[in-house]
């Protein structure tokens, strides 16, 4: 019977990936061409560590491929008690999940890319209708069509999201949460780009993208989309260490539950650079929008901003312009060690509901490890994939965030600071990140109710951390932990979670892995009583890579 369902679930899985939307055409269409220069399955090979007692080959190849596909099959076994994350009344249950995926990582020929693919199915003891089926995808990629002129870039998010940040909270998928989402985002880019009469370097770009919900703000009609046309000319002066560059960029927003938007932005840079480690810059344009109302608004763009770079190890850029909401900034830090990594960050900007959903992954573990591990793999894909072996490993969320992001059509402003830190040693892996938005509406609502309907300022912040501990070279014991806070403006709109699991993580094999843990969640609000609660679970996970 179990061998039936997993064939059973491998056939919705290839099912349910063959989306019919253009933008996932777009998707597909790299995905195959990644396949093209492999030349057959059987000449895929994963990398996989040395399980205990195996040895090595000789005739083994000691290089990574340039490409890699792994299917997998995770199943999870979840004893909770407190399925509903109700006040009073708990109510225990075991939940299975099974859950089928592949992984596509790489490049070759006239692409690279990379796409992570999950479906998972989750069964109660129970009660079974509660059973629901979910998708998780991260996906981007880039195909050069014409050799050195015509490409595609597309980019794809499947996650699941809270509805409101004033709702439930919680810390897993596998418990039964009315106040969840499953958000879909795609975004395709075909441009051009080449060199102009021996002077100057263009590129001329279209970018769509299509977001949508389950539920929520996001759910009604074809949910929100922007179509996007810009351009850039670039080059040199006669003055050798003068550059200059003018970006056009024309945007039109979609929405179904609501009036569509309109950008215009020209604007021209002149860069000096001072000496190879320090350049500046400085900006004037002119743009337009209609976000406040019907009437375009047009105003002058003014901006300065400094790029440093005192070592190969280090970098600090600060950039800020005079809009028509304030200034805009944006200030970043990034530095490395052998054994460590980084990242200060602070920002203002306007966002749309593709930044948010494509964007879930800033300063995650996986970003942190990936920019250590530079100092040692210069090649981007093998880092990538040493990156995600390693916390795979040690038990390690690679994209966990304190809090999820704003489920919304609205354009509206948002002010942010980020702050995280990794640390990496023979036996321990220790991560910390730290996030604070303020958020404000910029323009008109919906005809469905979303946060801004009822704050026109929500502030979220929290962090996550991480320690794990090699018990043996195919073991490790991690300690994970999440705290996050959501408030609005307005009086009893507060949202608080704490988590805090204890995990056990070992190699079986050289394809299998196992974990066993034990996880407490405590929420609270101000907002409504039904949004408080306690659970406690016991959960253990077999992961199978074929």
């Known amino acids: 019977m179990l061998n039936k369902k997993i064939v059973n ?7 349910r990936i063959c989306l019919n939307t253009f933008a996932f055409i777009s998707l597909r269409v790299m995905i195959l061409a990644m396949l093209l220069p492999v030349g057959g399955i059987s000449r895929v090979l994963a990398q996989v560590d040395s399980a205990p007692g195996e040895e090595t080959s000789a005739s083994t190849p000691s290089v ?13 076994l979840t004893y909770t008690d407190n399925v509903g994350l109700v006040n009073n009344s708990k109510k225990s249950d075991l939940v299975t999940r099974l859950s089928p995926g592949i992984v596509i990582e790489g490049r070759g020929g006239h692409v690279t890319g990379n796409l992570d693919f999950r479906w998972s199915e989750f069964l109660y003891a129970k ?29 794809g998010s499947i996650s699941q999201q809270p509805i409101s940040a004033f709702g439930k909270q919680g810390v897993s998928n596998d418990l039964v949460n009315t106040n969840r989402t499953e958000t879909t985002t795609y975004q395709w880019s075909p441009y051009i780009q080449g060199r102009l009469g021996g002077v100057a370097d263009y590129i001329l770009r279209y970018t769509g993208a299509q977001s949508k919900a389950g539920e929520g703000e996001l759910s009604a009609g074809s949910g929100t989309s922007s179509k996007t046309w810009s351009g850039r000319l670039s080059g040199e ?29 020209a604007v021209g840079k002149l860069t000096y650079r001072i000496d190879p480690q320090v350049s500046l ?29 005192p070592t190969e190890r280090t970098t600090v850029s600060l950039d800020k312009e005079k809009r028509s909401f304030g200034d805009s900034y944006s200030a970043d830090f990034k530095h490395r060690t052998a054994l460590t990594a980084w990242k200060l960050s602070q920002s203002k900007n306007v966002n749309t509901p593709s930044d948010q959903l494509l964007n879930t992954s800033l300063n995650s573990a996986f970003e942190l490890l990936n920019l250590q591990l530079a100092s040692t793999e210069p090649d981007p894909v093998r880092r990538a994939q040493l990156a995600n072996q390693a916390l795979q490993d040690a038990g390690i ?23 995280s830190f990794i640390l990496t040693g023979a036996t321990n892996i220790v991560t910390l990140s730290v996030d604070r ?9 919906g005809v469905i109710a979303d946060d801004f309907s009822l704050s026109p300022n929500i502030q979220r912040s929290g962090f996550t951390t991480s320690w794990a501990h090699k018990l043996s070279p195919h073991t490790a014991i991690t300690l994970n932990g999440r705290r996050s806070r959501n408030t609005g403006s307005t009086a009893n709109l507060e949202t608080r979670l704490s988590s805090l699991s204890l995990l056990l993580t070992t190699k079986l094999g050289p394809k299998t892995s196992a974990t066993v843990g034990v996880r407490r969640t405590h929420a609270d609000s101000d907002s409504a009583t039904a949004n408080s609660y306690d659970e406690q679970a016991l959960t253990g996970s077999l992961f199978f890579t074929f």
């Open 9 to 15: 679930l491998l056939g919705e899985f290839r099912h």
């Open 437 to 445: 938005s303020d958020n404000q509406t910029l323009g008109s609502g």
């Open 397 to 419: 969320p690679a994209d966990a965030q304190a809090f999820g992001t704003l489920v919304t059509s609205r354009v509206y402003i948002s002010r942010r600071r980020e702050a």
């Open 237 to 265: 002066t006669t003055l050798a260490l003068l550059g200059w560059s003018v970006d056009l960029q024309q945007q039109q927003m979609e929405r179904s539950t609501s009036r569509d938007t309109k950008s215009r932005r």
């Open 281 to 309: 810059n400085a900006t004037l344009g002119r743009e337009s929008d209609d976000y406040n109302g019907i009437e375009t608004q047009s105003r002058t763009v003014t901006g300065y901003g400094v790029d440093w770079a």
């Open 127 to 155: 009660d079974s209708q509660r059973n629901n089926q979910q998708k998780s995808l991260n996906a981007n990629g880039k195909l050069e069509l014409v050799d050195q002129w015509l490409y595609i870039d597309g980019r």
């Open 64 to 76: 990574i491929p340039a490409w890699r596909i792994v299917p997998s099959v995770a199943a999870d």
